[in-house]
């Protein structure tokens, strides 16, 4: 059994991961950790690679969870990096993040944002590509359990993002409906023209037929 580290987007945890099956791997998921005051992206990383034992992982991110990949195997030589939902570069943000990032957009943050109103909810479900009940019941407990202090960290970390490298090994699945990294600003590798930004859990199937092809492909016996 192969081993890919899984990191969930912003706010999610584990159960984003639970519909992926590729035979003869084990997605193992990190959890975020609370990050200490004005920690950067690169320490923070420095940490999330403790949960890693192995030379030459195979990191999957999703959204958020991409960018820190990508940070990750800044660390780690050899590392594989598969994002989903996400972008790879501060030029692939949309342009209001980008400007909120100089207008510290995060400072207007706070955990009260993300637990809304009914209505302000359907409108997010709907930028996330949320297709059913089971799948909005899901995104509230996630926001009903979401760390403020985090949420306002990661936000900041963001809007701020100042990447432009991309590892040697790196494959990038991105929906042709993600309405929150919108195809139009992206370079995948791999487009699912249906997909949202929730693709991972909601068309896992057809991500778990591409993880295998390309995981198939990947020298093992160097990982």
Known sequence: MRTVYCISGLGADHRIF?????????????????????????????????????????????????????????????????????VSTRSELPLWMRLGGYLHFDRLSTAAVIKRGAILTRLENHKLGVESEEEALLCQEFRDHIDGRYLNWAIGVILRWRNEWKPASFYHFHGGKDHIFPIR???PTHIIGDGGHFMIYNRAEEIGRLLGGILAKLSWSML
């Open 18 to 86: 639970a519909k992926l099956n590729v035979p003869g791997i084990d997605f193992s998921p990190l959890s975020w950790m609370a990050p200490s005051r004005h920690e950067d992206i690169g320490t923070y990383a420095n940490r999330m690679c403790e949960g890693v034992p192995e030379d030459h992982p195979v990191l999957l991110g999703v959204s958020f969870g991409g960018m820190m990949a990508i940070e990750m195997a800044k660390k780690i030589p050899g590392a594989t990096v598969i994002i989903v939902s996400s």
């Open 185 to 187: 600003t992206v370079t």
